[in-house]
């Protein structure tokens, strides 16, 4: 009747350490989708700072795209026609190179971007992190003579 009994207790305290060992798993999976999230994030804001700083003179004309243009289709379009910065891919060690696409911006029926006249750039860049499940699509709006800028995170 004993050996019954301690039989019942070993089982139901593996039991009991197997689901700690599947939450702690689970624990170190997420911890470690986060941290490549993080470093995708980190690495498109590297290539944003990288394109303001060398690479605006090689800005495209604006292409209009369907209103609410998705982080997916911004993805599937920087991966066929953004330009691969690979030194960061090396600094960062990624996956792959962040993808960078400079548009010029101005006003509807204005050919130059001349005194008095609002222009600007939108960069969107594309990171992957460590993995090719972490992604991530930075845009950044920069208005000419205006140190501010507007960038958002797509989804």
């Given at each position: 009747m004993a050996v019954i009994a301690v039989l019942g ?147």
């Open positions: 207790v070993l089982l139901a305290s593996s039991a009991l350490t197997l689901a700690g060992l599947e939450r702690s798993l689970l624990g170190e999976r997420l911890s470690v989708n986060y941290t490549h999230q993080l470093i995708a994030t980190e690495a498109a804001e590297a290539a944003l700072r990288l394109a303001q700083a060398q690479m605006l003179d090689q800005a495209q004309e604006w292409i209009p795209r369907p209103v609410g243009f998705s982080a997916r289709q911004w993805r599937g379009w920087l991966a066929q026609n953004g330009v691969a910065l690979r030194s960061l891919r090396d600094r960062h060690n990624l996956l792959q190179a962040p993808r960078i696409h400079i548009e010029r911006l101005r006003p509807a029926n204005t050919t130059s971007c001349g005194a008095g006249t609002r222009c600007g750039h939108r960069l969107t860049a594309l990171a992957y992190g460590r993995s090719k499940q972490t992604w991530v699509v930075i845009q950044v709006v920069l208005i000419d003579a205006d140190e501010s800028r507007l960038w958002r995170k797509l989804r």
